[in-house]
């Protein structure tokens, strides 16, 4: 995402549906050392104090089939043209 002179984003369509974000709705960042998480703010809302909280709610939930990291990266990503495969 690009920052505009004004310091604003869109947050993209696919994040605004999924947190039922709309017009007026309020958000928040929340930052810790890895980054910045945006969440709803107000009712309804999952209450995360920290970064590491979500993170931690949200660990062992991906499923990749069976397929190690390795494998799992080169699927989503694509394969990697600059790597020697000997």
Aim: glycine share 12%; hydrophobic share 30%; aromatic share 6%.
């Amino acid at each position: 995402m690009r920052v505009t002179e004004k310091g604003q984003v869109t947050i993209p369509k696919n994040v605004r549906d999924r947190l039922n974000i709309g017009p007026g709705s309020e958000v928040d960042f929340v930052m810790s050392d890895e980054g910045v998480m945006l969440v709803k703010t107000g009712a309804g809302r999952d209450e995360f104090e920290s970064f590491e909280e979500w993170a931690k709610s949200v660990e062992g939930k991906l499923d990749t089939g069976g397929m190690t990291t390795d494998e799992y990266m080169e699927w989503l990503r694509g394969p990697r043209d600059d790597l020697d495969r000997r």
